[in-house]
């Protein structure tokens, strides 16, 4: 049961055009949410986060939206970059009392080409 | 700036071998986090440690075992591997659970098993 979904797998942006990576939760009890960027041959590196309270956080040219009551969050990217290109990984957080976990979505891999 | 370093970054073992994955982080963080990585899917938790002296399980931790004698470290062993383990594994770090107290993860360690 995969409780957070990525269900684009790429997605191919112009330089200096909005990227749009969407991300779909299932589990109610998700209290925060996480967006990774990976490049190759290396570990994901923390972008940019959202509680569960509210809808929206913007960090520079990176903006995460969160629609609870669709179970839907996105990660606006404005303006694309060539080094934007990498994977992103959606990630919910969950505390279970001893400890909180993240759940990964499966990514997207963005490519912003010149 | 080290903050979590995975040793070794390649290995490949022969069905039934053992190997333990050494992961060292030294941004003083209380939790720490042992995770694979598949084709195709997200990263899921194996164990995860709370603090020096304790381990959890995670989502999959058949196969593997932990251990935290000090607070830096965190060894993730294969005591039989199988060719099912040949993944790659991320070790990860935080100050503690909130969501705004983000996971710092290594560069990975390419395991195959033949």
């Known amino acids: 049961d995969q409780q957070v979904k990525q269900n684009s797998p790429s997605l191919s942006v112009q330089e200096g055009r909005i990227s749009i990576l969407n991300c779909d939760y299932t589990n109610s009890m998700f209290d925060y949410f996480l967006w990774y960027k990976k490049y190759p041959a290396e570990g994901p590196t923390f972008l940019i986060s959202i509680s569960s309270i509210k809808d929206k956080n913007e960090d520079g040219r990176f903006t995460v939206f969160l629609n609870k009551s669709a179970k839907h969050l996105s990660l606006h990217i404005v303006p694309s970059q060539p080094g934007d290109s990498a994977v992103y990984f959606c990630?919910?957080?969950?505390?279970?009392?001893?400890?909180?976990?993240?759940?990964f979505g499966t990514g997207t891999r963005l490519q912003v080409t010149l | 700036n080290a903050g979590v370093t995975q040793t070794p970054k390649f290995r490949v073992l022969k069905t039934g071998q053992s190997m333990t994955l050494l992961c060292a982080q030294d941004?003083?963080?209380?939790?720490m986090y042992w995770y694979r990585q598949d084709p195709g899917m997200g990263l899921r938790l194996i164990h995860y440690s709370v603090g020096e002296g304790t381990t959890a399980k995670g989502e999959v931790p058949d196969g593997y075992n932990v251990s935290r004698l000090k607070k830096q470290n965190f060894l993730l062993g294969l005591e039989s591997a199988a060719p099912s383990q040949t993944s790659v594994y991320f070790c990860a770090s935080s100050r503690g659970q909130g969501g705004n107290q983000p996971q710092h993860f290594g560069d990975g360690t390419r395991l195959s098993i033949l």
């Open positions: 990630a919910a957080k969950r505390n279970t009392g001893t400890a909180s976990k993240l759940t």
């Open positions: 941004m003083n963080h209380e939790y």
